[in-house]
């Protein structure tokens, strides 16, 4: 598989060569072209990842292919070389629209980095044009988002169960996404046209859990003045998911083992027996193993329902899925607000990933959400919930980012007069300013 698919454009041949020979051991997929016009009229955006073009070249300039692509494909990433460090051309090039820029003579591996960043940005930005415009709608990659390999299995082991009628645990942290692949389980399944009946078991009283699951006759108990079906008989033909299997009551755990291994309910008032035709999935954020050796729950009960155990990896464990999930919230957000989508610079995006989002997936979309409200601190940078420590690599990139844009700023956009004024060397800062994605907002 390709590192991406990139078009180097220079008017010297031999960097052009160079460029092919280094990008191509790299693994990334390289075409180059001397003359800009003829890439302009042979590139087809999207076959592209990323365009690499030289700015001062003779016939068109690279600022010519910039705004001739960026009026065809606003998303493909143009990356801009300059020899001569002319920082006026590089603030008009960010303005209108390249990706970045590079000061020849460049490091080649300061090349693949920018490289990698940019690709990374046309992969999610394809991602989240497909997902915004609900192709696909039926299939699982819409639910359950991300392009990471953890759940790109997930995903094929769900579709690979739906249709195998086992019984299944869902294990992972509170706010992952538990409840989305049982559901996919049930919908994906052959059981879809039954009912998907969602029990959790810490939101049920203990003195009227039994009755609620299994049903009872009129008059079984006080107040009991009619017959009233069980939750899981009504889920016939269907599933039943026991979300915080943790918190079911101990004393009840024996019933629902043996309603689970024979398919059977007794309700309450009755002697007869009725069987119930359903799939049960369950979901816990805790060990169970632990739990069970603890005694807190039936061992018994936990080996019936582990024969087959999904495990909903945490966002710490995908952090290349969190900036396309944030975009996901924030434009689904902005929608049903009627307001503005913020725009993640580089910087926010790195604080994004950086951060350990205890919360999962529901924390994510709550920060998205504030973002887009403009509530959160700078009136659109997500923040951590009250008593979240904020990492100090994260602290640190902020305030360095802050002072480099106050920088600029006093300096009219001048990189050369802002990197005097910072005391750090010239090609040091353009760096910065590239990895914080600040050339936006310098002016």
Not at 60 to 81: F, M
Not at 115 to 127: C, K, T, Y
Not at 151 to 176: H, N, S
Not at 202 to 208: Q, R, S, W
């Amino acid at each position: 598989m390709t590192r991406g698919r990139i078009t180097f454009i220079d008017d010297e041949p031999q960097l052009c060569r160079a460029a092919a020979e280094w990008l191509g051991v790299s693994g990334f997929t390289i075409a180059t072209f001397t003359d800009a016009r003829r890439a302009m009229a042979e590139i087809v955006p999207a076959d592209c990842d990323c365009i690499v073009t030289d700015v001062r070249m003779p016939g068109s300039t690279g600022i010519d292919l910039l705004r001739h692509y960026h009026a065809v494909e606003p998303e493909l990433p143009v990356v801009l070389l300059t020899g001569h460090g002319d920082v006026a051309l590089a603030v008009d090039a960010m303005r209108a629209g390249a990706h970045d820029f590079l000061e020849k003579p460049y490091d080649a591996d300061h090349l693949v980095a920018v490289l990698d960043r940019a690709v990374e940005r046309r992969r999610l930005g394809r991602e989240l044009v497909r997902l915004r415009r609900g192709d696909r709608a039926d299939d699982l990659d819409t639910r359950l988002v991300g392009l990471s390999p953890v759940i790109a299995d997930l995903r094929r082991t769900i579709l690979q169960l739906a249709d195998v009628d086992v019984d299944v645990l869902i294990t992972g942290e509170t706010g992952a996404g538990k409840e989305v692949v049982a559901r996919a389980l049930h919908d994906f399944g052959g059981r879809a046209a039954g009912q998907f009946v969602a029990i959790n078991c810490a939101a049920i009283p203990e003195t009227v859990f039994e009755s609620e699951i299994f049903g009872h006759a009129a008059g079984a108990f006080t107040g009991a003045v009619g017959e009233r079906l069980g939750k899981f008989e009504f889920a016939r033909g269907g599933t039943v998911f026991l979300d915080e299997i943790e918190s079911m009551p101990l004393a009840l755990q024996a019933k629902v083992l043996r309603a689970i291994q024979e398919r059977k309910v007794e309700p309450l008032g009755t002697n007869a027996s009725r069987a119930i035709d359903v799939r049960f999935v369950a979901a816990t954020k805790v060990d169970l193993a632990s739990e069970s050796e603890a005694g807190r729950f039936r061992s018994d009960l936990y080996f019936r329902l582990s024969t087959v155990e999904l495990d909903v990896p945490p966002l710490r464990r995908r952090r290349e899925d969190i900036p396309l999930l944030y975009a996901l919230f924030a434009s689904a957000a902005a929608q049903r607000f009627r307001l503005a989508e913020p725009r993640l610079d580089a910087a926010e995006r790195d604080a994004l990933m950086a951060r350990e989002w205890p919360g999962n997936v529901r924390e994510l979309k709550a920060a998205a959400e504030r973002a887009v409200l403009g509530v959160g601190r700078g009136g659109g940078e997500p923040h951590a919930p009250e008593g979240e420590a904020v990492p100090l690599a994260e602290r640190v990139a902020r305030f360095e980012a802050d002072i480099i844009l106050q920088a600029l700023r006093a300096a009219g956009g001048s990189t050369a007069a802002a990197a005097d004024q910072l005391g750090v060397p010239r090609r040091t800062l353009n760096e910065k300013i590239a990895r914080y994605g600040l050339r936006d907002h310098a002016l």
